[in-house]
C-alpha cells in the first residue's frame, strides 16, 4: 500500500465499485495533559522546583513533610477532645441546679445549707481520740487532770507514726503549762500521768481546762495533732470523771505565737562545766512600732529557786530571726545540777524605755515535758552538745511557775564572777 500524503486523492477498487477519497492532513502531536488542564501542571511544576530548591535528600524533604501533617493532625483531635469535655462540664453543671417545679419555700433549704452543717477548715479529719480524767478537790481547791492515754492518732511523720506528748493547762488564767512525757513511734501512747492546779470553786466554774496533743521535732516546730478543751462548768464534781473525747481542730484565739529559740546543752561531770550555746531564734514577736524587735538572749542559772548565776548575748538590731552561736560556761558541780534550773530568756532592747520580756523557757529536774526530756538528754550524754528548738512560753508563766526567790545565795560559796 502507497504511502499517505497530504491533500491525495485515492481509489479503491473491488469487483462490484470503485471508491475514491481525498485524505486531509493528520497531526502527529502526542496526547499530553497541557490541553486537558495546564493549571494543574503549573502547580505540579510549582511544587517539583520547590522540592530541587530544599538542600535535602528528597526522601528526607518528604518524610518532614509527613510527620509535620502528622503533628498538625494530633493537635487538631486534642483540641477537639478539649471542646468535647468544656461542653460537658457546662452540662453537668446545667443539670446540678434544676429549679423548675420548686416552691418558693424549699429553694433556701437547697442552696443554702443548715450552719451546723458547715464545717470550717477541719473537714471531719479524724486526729484521733484521748481518754482523761478530771477529780476536783474542794477542801484544798485542787483540780486533778489525768491524762490516761491517746489512740488512734493523726500519723505527723513520713514513716507514718508520731512522738506524741500532752500539753495541759487552763484558761483564762493559764498560769501554768504541764507536759507529759513524750513517746517515740507511736499512735497508742499510754501516759497514765496526773497534774494539779490550784482553782478555787468559784474560778473552777468559769475555767476551761486545754488538753492539746502534739507532735514532737527535735529541730523544727512541733506539730500540734489537736485538743480537747472542756468547760469546767458542765460537769458534776461528786464524783471522779474519766472518759474518752475525740480530739478537734486545734483553737487559734488564745494563742499567742512568742517565736522559738534553738540552743545546745553539754554537761562534763568530772571538770564541773555546763556549757550553753545561744544558736538561734526565729518567729519571735515583734515589740516595736515598726514590726521588728531588737533581741538578745539572757541565761540564768537558780539554784534551789533561787537567782544564782546569768549571762546574755549581744543586741541584734531590728530582727525577728537573730542568730547568735555565742556560748556560755558555768561552773556547776554534780551534786548541784540535780538542783539547778536553766532560764532562757529573751528580750527586746530599748534605749530609752525599760526592756521588754518576749518570752522565757526554762529546762532542768523541776521542768516538765520537752524541757525534762532536753536536760535529761544532756545528762545523759555527758560530755557531747545537745540541741533543739523550745517554744517562747510568757514571762508570767515562766516566774509563777519556778516562784524563784530574789534573795542571792552567799557570794563566797557559789561563786558567780568573771566565769564564761
Given at each position: 500500500?502507497?504511502?499517505?500524503?497530504?491533500?491525495?486523492?485515492?481509489?479503491?477498487?473491488?469487483?462490484?465499485?470503485?471508491?475514491?477519497?481525498?485524505?486531509?492532513?493528520?497531526?502527529?502531536?502526542?496526547?499530553?495533559?497541557?490541553?486537558?488542564?495546564?493549571?494543574?501542571?503549573?502547580?505540579?511544576?510549582?511544587?517539583?522546583?520547590?522540592?530541587?530548591?530544599?538542600?535535602?535528600?528528597?526522601?528526607?524533604?518528604?518524610?518532614?513533610?509527613?510527620?509535620?501533617?502528622?503533628?498538625?493532625?494530633?493537635?487538631?483531635?486534642?483540641?477537639?477532645?478539649?471542646?468535647?469535655?468544656?461542653?460537658?462540664?457546662?452540662?453537668?453543671?446545667?443539670?446540678?441546679?434544676?429549679?423548675?417545679?420548686?416552691?418558693?419555700?424549699?429553694?433556701?433549704?437547697?442552696?443554702?445549707?443548715?450552719?451546723?452543717?458547715?464545717?470550717?477548715?477541719?473537714?471531719?479529719?479524724?486526729?484521733?481520740?484521748?481518754?482523761?480524767?478530771?477529780?476536783?478537790?474542794?477542801?484544798?481547791?485542787?483540780?486533778?487532770?489525768?491524762?490516761?492515754?491517746?489512740?488512734?492518732?493523726?500519723?505527723?511523720?513520713?514513716?507514718?507514726?508520731?512522738?506524741?506528748?500532752?500539753?495541759?493547762?487552763?484558761?483564762?488564767?493559764?498560769?501554768?503549762?504541764?507536759?507529759?512525757?513524750?513517746?517515740?513511734?507511736?499512735?497508742?501512747?499510754?501516759?497514765?500521768?496526773?497534774?494539779?492546779?490550784?482553782?478555787?470553786?468559784?474560778?473552777?466554774?468559769?475555767?476551761?481546762?486545754?488538753?492539746?496533743?502534739?507532735?514532737?521535732?527535735?529541730?523544727?516546730?512541733?506539730?500540734?495533732?489537736?485538743?480537747?478543751?472542756?468547760?469546767?462548768?458542765?460537769?458534776?464534781?461528786?464524783?471522779?470523771?474519766?472518759?474518752?473525747?475525740?480530739?478537734?481542730?486545734?483553737?487559734?484565739?488564745?494563742?499567742?505565737?512568742?517565736?522559738?529559740?534553738?540552743?545546745s546543752l553539754r554537761y562534763v561531770p568530772t571538770a564541773n562545766k555546763l556549757t550553753v550555746v545561744i544558736l538561734e531564734a526565729k518567729n519571735l514577736k515583734p515589740m516595736d512600732i515598726g514590726?521588728?524587735?531588737?533581741?538578745?538572749?539572757?541565761?540564768?542559772?537558780?539554784?534551789?529557786?533561787?537567782?544564782?548565776?546569768?549571762?546574755?548575748?549581744?543586741?541584734?538590731?531590728?530582727?525577728?530571726?537573730?542568730?547568735?552561736?555565742?556560748?556560755?560556761?558555768?561552773?556547776?558541780?554534780?551534786?548541784?545540777?540535780?538542783?539547778?534550773?536553766?532560764?532562757?530568756?529573751?528580750?527586746?532592747?530599748?534605749?530609752?524605755?525599760?526592756?521588754?520580756?518576749?518570752?522565757?523557757?526554762?529546762?532542768?529536774?523541776?521542768?516538765?515535758?520537752?524541757?525534762?526530756?532536753?536536760?535529761?538528754?544532756?545528762?545523759?550524754?555527758?560530755?557531747?552538745?545537745?540541741?533543739?528548738?523550745?517554744?517562747?512560753?510568757?514571762?508570767?508563766?515562766?516566774?509563777?511557775?519556778?516562784?524563784?526567790?530574789?534573795?542571792?545565795?552567799?557570794s563566797g560559796k557559789l561563786p558567780f564572777n568573771g566565769e564564761r
Amino acid at each position: 500500500m502507497p504511502a499517505l500524503s497530504s491533500n491525495s486523492t485515492y481509489v479503491l477498487s473491488t469487483p462490484d465499485s470503485t471508491w475514491s477519497f481525498t485524505s486531509t492532513n493528520f497531526s502527529t502531536t502526542p496526547y499530553t495533559n497541557t490541553t486537558i488542564n495546564p493549571i494543574l501542571t503549573e502547580v505540579e511544576n510549582a511544587f517539583k522546583n520547590f522540592l530541587d530548591n530544599i538542600p535535602l535528600p528528597r526522601w528526607l524533604t518528604l518524610l518532614l513533610f509527613v510527620l509535620g501533617g502528622v503533628i498538625l493532625l494530633i493537635i487538631f483531635l486534642c483540641i477537639c477532645i478539649k471542646c468535647c469535655r468544656k461542653n460537658k462540664k457546662k452540662n453537668k453543671k446545667n443539670e446540678k441546679i434544676n429549679l423548675k417545679g420548686v416552691n418558693s419555700g424549699s429553694t433556701t433549704a437547697l442552696v443554702q445549707p443548715d450552719v451546723a452543717d458547715l464545717d470550717y477548715g477541719s473537714s471531719k479529719k479524724y486526729r484521733g481520740k484521748l481518754l482523761y480524767s478530771l477529780e476536783y478537790n474542794t477542801t484544798q481547791s485542787e483540780l486533778t487532770v489525768g491524762i490516761k492515754q491517746a489512740d488512734s492518732l493523726k500519723a505527723m511523720d513520713l514513716g507514718g507514726s508520731s512522738d506524741p506528748y500532752v500539753r495541759v493547762y487552763t484558761c483564762p488564767d493559764k498560769n501554768k503549762i504541764c507536759e507529759t512525757k513524750m513517746l517515740k513511734n507511736t499512735l497508742k501512747p499510754v501516759f497514765n500521768e496526773q497534774f494539779t492546779f490550784q482553782i478555787t470553786k468559784t474560778s473552777l466554774m468559769k475555767s476551761t481546762v486545754v488538753m492539746q496533743v502534739y507532735d514532737f521535732n527535735r529541730f523544727s516546730k512541733h506539730n500540734l495533732i489537736g485538743e480537747v478543751r472542756l468547760q469546767l462548768e458542765n460537769f458534776d464534781w461528786n464524783h471522779v470523771i474519766e472518759e474518752w473525747r475525740d480530739l478537734s481542730e486545734p483553737s487559734k484565739f488564745e494563742e499567742e505565737d512568742l517565736g522559738e529559740i534553738c540552743f545546745s546543752l553539754r554537761y562534763v561531770p568530772t571538770a564541773n562545766k555546763l556549757t550553753v550555746v545561744i544558736l538561734e531564734a526565729k518567729n519571735l514577736k515583734p515589740m516595736d512600732i515598726g514590726g521588728s524587735s531588737d533581741p538578745y538572749v539572757k541565761v540564768q542559772l537558780t539554784l534551789d529557786k533561787r537567782k544564782w548565776k546569768k549571762r546574755k548575748t549581744t543586741v541584734k538590731k531590728k530582727t525577728l530571726a537573730p542568730y547568735y552561736n555565742e556560748s556560755f560556761t558555768f561552773t556547776v558541780t554534780f551534786e548541784q545540777i540535780q538542783r539547778v534550773n536553766l532560764v532562757v530568756a529573751v528580750w527586746d532592747y530599748d534605749t530609752v524605755s525599760r526592756n521588754d520580756a518576749i518570752g522565757k523557757i526554762y529546762l532542768g529536774c523541776d521542768a516538765s515535758g520537752n524541757q525534762l526530756r532536753h536536760w535529761a538528754d544532756m545528762l545523759s550524754n555527758p560530755r557531747r552538745p545537745v540541741a533543739q528548738w523550745h517554744t517562747l512560753q510568757s514571762a508570767q508563766q515562766v516566774n509563777s511557775t519556778l516562784n524563784l526567790k530574789r534573795k542571792l545565795p552567799v557570794s563566797g560559796k557559789l561563786p558567780f564572777n568573771g566565769e564564761r
